[in-house]
């Protein structure tokens, strides 16, 4: 990772063992690794990035995520189980972080080449908040967020809806905070294809494309290596057809019945 130090970038994972959906997901083995592992090992490949850190609460049954990721040699910050929003602020803060890049622990094969391509331009373009999954484009999976530093404090600051404080960013897309704001497209929509585990055939999904390449080759394959095996098993694509970011329609319905 090489970055001038005029722009330190952090990329901040944020995972629990307590999913609603696959508890212990980010634990499961993966190419040989535990799955969160396998993930920030993609992650260290990305240019743009200086500094990792796994960002999980300090509830009681995140204790063995916190010791394989620090086992692993990736930083951890522990912080509020429920306010992520807090406990993401919590990681980046002291870390001298200029841009700071939001990732999810379930998504193990997100592409490092994606990050910097979000990452560059929110810096070519002097932005506040760029991301590639707005209007999504790539499949689910490979989600990237980047935003300044002063970005995400104001968030933390300011955002009081329980769907803003779990989810992070929603606080920093609303028109109304006034943020430069600009996404990164993928040349061909592939928006439906899932490779983000939030259930158990979405992990069975996912260790089927890292078997077929090898769990070392997968390591550093691109979004083309996992297409190419898609072309060769296209019986996967029927195995996990669930909602896109299901988990945020249920906090948006949340906070409509909260005001109701």
């Known amino acids: 990772m090489n970055t001038p130090n ?7 994972v944020q995972a629990r063992m307590s999913s609603s959906r696959l508890p212990g997901k980010v634990l499961m083995s993966l190419g040989s690794r535990p799955l969160i592992c396998f993930m920030l090992e993609r992650v260290r490949r990305a240019r743009t990035v200086d500094e990792i850190v796994l960002a ?3 509830d009681g049954s995140d204790d063995a995520l916190a010791e394989a990721v620090s086992r692993a040699g990736f ?7 429920d306010d992520v ?3 993401f602020a919590g990681a980046a803060v002291g870390r001298g972080a200029d841009v700071v890049v939001r990732l999810t622990g379930d998504c193990p094969l997100i592409d490092p080449a994606i990050i910097d391509r979000v990452v560059s331009q929110l810096r070519a373009n002097r932005l506040d908040y760029v991301t590639n999954g707005e209007p999504a484009t790539y499949p689910d999976g490979l989600d990237v967020e980047a935003f300044t530093f002063a970005a995400l404090m104001r968030a933390d600051a300011e955002a009081r809806l329980p769907s803003e404080r779990e989810h992070v960013t929603p606080y920093l897309r609303l028109p109304q905070v006034g943020l430069r704001r600009g996404s990164v497209r993928g040349a061909v929509d592939l928006s439906a294809l899932r490779w983000t585990v939030d259930h158990a055939d979405d992990l069975a999904v996912v260790r089927a494309l890292v078997d077929a390449l090898g769990p070392e080759r ?6 083309f290596d996992f297409l190419r095996v898609l072309d060769a098993q296209p019986q996967l694509l029927q195995l996990n057809p669930h909602q896109r970011n299901e988990g945020y329609q249920k ?6 019945a909260l005001a109701a």
């Open 6 to 12: 005029r722009c330190r970038t952090v990329a901040v």
């Open 56 to 58: 999980t609460s300090t």
């Open 218 to 223: 997968a390591l550093t394959a691109d979004l």
């Open 251 to 256: 906090s948006l319905a949340q906070d409509a």
């Open 75 to 81: 930083a951890v910050h522990r912080g509020s189980l």
């Open 85 to 87: 929003l807090a406990r």
